[in-house]
């Protein structure tokens, strides 16, 4: 189904809030929610045209009803209680029972009601009408749920595999992210409407309900979310996952545009000598916490040896280096072993790249930069070359398929990542309101260094990626640049920040160490490095 299909860009007619509550004894077994459901309503009823709740009670005390809440013996995971109220399939059942009152064309919100435990669920209601019409519209849809803590959260986790199996879901879409059903939007149409009577039906099959599961699960699997992962399967099925979705804040309840980013599209420009970037500690790493998270695209720009990292002269030769032959079938095999996508790889024979520079870039390239006493190579050159590729690699694809990046990051092939982005690096590039344009890279307290951008690991907005990554092609304006900041003119951190200024790029500082270079030291001394020597 192409969810397009299902909105017309126009003004929202009257909005309708709907929710649901239980009241405890000797009402249901369940916790009681009267007062947060009075509260909620009362905050809310002056910014939507109508209100209305249903109870436990009310559906339990009708025999037409009561099959909405009939009580499970097996308990869920971490939803407590839910198995007394029917583990939630009642939420489509009074949806469509709502949505009878409604004309075509207006929009039923229904929220969750336990304002105690989420005081958030208050925040920002005065703004709820701009807010549905914002989120109808960036999403082009009809029915909306958001996406659950985006990027940590996905479908895999959370729904069993008899759904996925019953919807008919291939392997591939169980990477999609998980969408949060505490959050129900719906303008009523003939296509949302269908919706909701299928997640009625399935919901109907207790089998598939049931926390419990009989097959051979995925191994990400953790827990069942009910009637949330049932509709997270008809949502996958029939694409909702689209790179303009939406996803609230860090998992907080705030719903308003300010508090709500999108799905980006991802992009990873993967350059430089690819050294050891098959260790299985580093794949490990950069598995966990970057390429399952991201949806990825990949572009690869490097070299024909391996080569290894001079760490400014202190580091020799080992196992992890030698100068085997790089190709294509290899750096794929490993990065899709990760989870990411692999979209272009090129790969150039250094000796013959450097002999065809001019004398002077050689000759800067073999005097290097003095450090401590060592003369080390200056590697910024090839460094910069190979960003540049890989970026001219993305910008190409993009022509090709008429499309946008939102989310661009530069990775050094020997890079490990042992800690997810801090949300305030994340959120700002991908708002969906008033996205920032910059770039972030690490720089934290004990390894601080001013006016740089720290070149092994930074990310931006397309834009501002797009330019920074093309130095290569302004290195002689960035050498006699008149800029200083301490570190030696052929540095490759002050050539960047020097690429920065002067397009008026500005450059965000990330407090915390996530990542750095694996030098193959051991997963435990890796962390300790990353936990205590630079942060």
Not at 214 to 233: R, S, V, Y
Not at 374 to 385: D, G, H, M
Not at 449 to 455: F, G, L, S, W
Request: hydrophobic share 40%; aromatic share 12%.
């Amino acid at each position: 189904m192409n969810t397009k299909n299902m909105h017309s860009s126009k003004k929202i007619g009257k909005v309708h809030f709907l929710t649901f509550y239980t009241q405890g004894q000797p009402f249901d077994n369940a916790i009681p929610l009267t007062a947060e459901k009075n509260k909620l309503l009362e905050l809310i009823s002056p910014h939507v045209d109508s209100v209305s709740s249903v109870s436990f009670h009310d559906l339990k005390s009708n025999r037409d009803t009561a099959v909405y809440v009939k009580e499970f013996e097996e308990e869920a995971a971490m939803n407590f209680k839910t198995n007394s109220i029917g583990f939630l399939r009642w939420k489509p059942y009074i949806i469509l029972d709502a949505l009878k009152k409604l004309n075509y064309g207006d929009v039923l919100y229904y929220r969750d009601c336990n304002i105690s435990k989420y005081p958030d669920i208050g925040f920002g209601l005065n703004l709820t009408k701009q807010t549905l019409q914002f989120v109808l519209d960036f999403c082009e849809t009809d029915f909306f749920l958001p996406i659950e803590n985006y990027p940590f959260v996905k479908a895999k986790s959370h729904v069993k595999g008899e759904v996925f199996q019953r919807l008919g879901i291939d392997a591939n879409k169980v990477e999609d992210y998980l969408f949060n059903a505490s959050i129900v939007i719906v303008r009523k149409s003939e296509k949302s409407i269908s919706i909701l009577n299928e997640w009625l039906k399935l919901c109907m099959d207790d089998r598939l309900l049931s926390p419990l599961y009989e097959g051979i699960q995925l191994l990400d699997f953790k827990w069942n979310t009910q009637e949330q992962a049932i509709i997270n399967g008809i949502m996958i099925r029939d694409g909702f996952q689209k790179e303009n979705w939406l996803s609230m804040m860090g998992g907080r309840r705030k719903f308003t545009t300010d508090f709500l980013v999108k799905k980006p599209r991802v992009a990873v420009l993967y350059a430089g000598q690819m050294r050891n970037y098959d260790d299985p500690i580093l794949m490990k790493l950069n598995k966990e916490f970057f390429f399952d998270r991201y949806d990825c695209d990949v572009f690869v720009s490097t070299w024909n040896k391996r080569g290894f990292s001079y760490h400014h002269g202190k580091a020799k030769k080992n196992s992890h280096s030698i100068d085997d032959v790089i190709t294509q079938e290899a750096i794929h095999d490993v990065l899709s072993s990760m989870g990411a996508n692999v979209i272009s790889t090129s790969i150039e024979d250094f000796d013959d790249w450097l002999i065809n520079q001019s004398k002077g870039l050689q000759k800067l390239y073999h005097d290097g930069m003095n450090i401590d006493g060592e003369i080390v190579k200056a590697t910024s050159f090839p460094q910069l070359y190979t960003i540049f590729k890989a970026c001219e690699l993305k910008e190409k694809y993009q022509r090709e398929k008429n499309i946008k990046y939102d989310l661009v990051f530069r990775i050094r092939p020997d890079l490990a990542i042992a800690e997810d982005l801090p949300h305030e690096s994340l959120y700002p590039i991908i708002k969906a309101n008033s996205p920032l344009e910059g770039v972030f890279h690490l720089n934290s307290p004990k390894s601080f260094y001013p006016k740089r951008v720290y070149d092994i690991f930074f990310w931006g907005d397309d834009k501002s990626m797009g330019k920074i990554s093309k130095a290569w092609l302004k290195l002689n304006d960035l050498l006699n640049d008149p800029f200083d900041n301490g570190l030696p003119d052929v540095d490759c951190c002050r050539l960047l920040y020097v690429m920065a200024r002067r397009n008026k790029i500005k450059v965000i500082d990330v407090e915390r160490c996530i990542a750095n270079i694996y030098r193959n030291e051991g997963a435990e001394l890796f962390n300790k490095k990353i936990k205590e020597f630079y942060n």
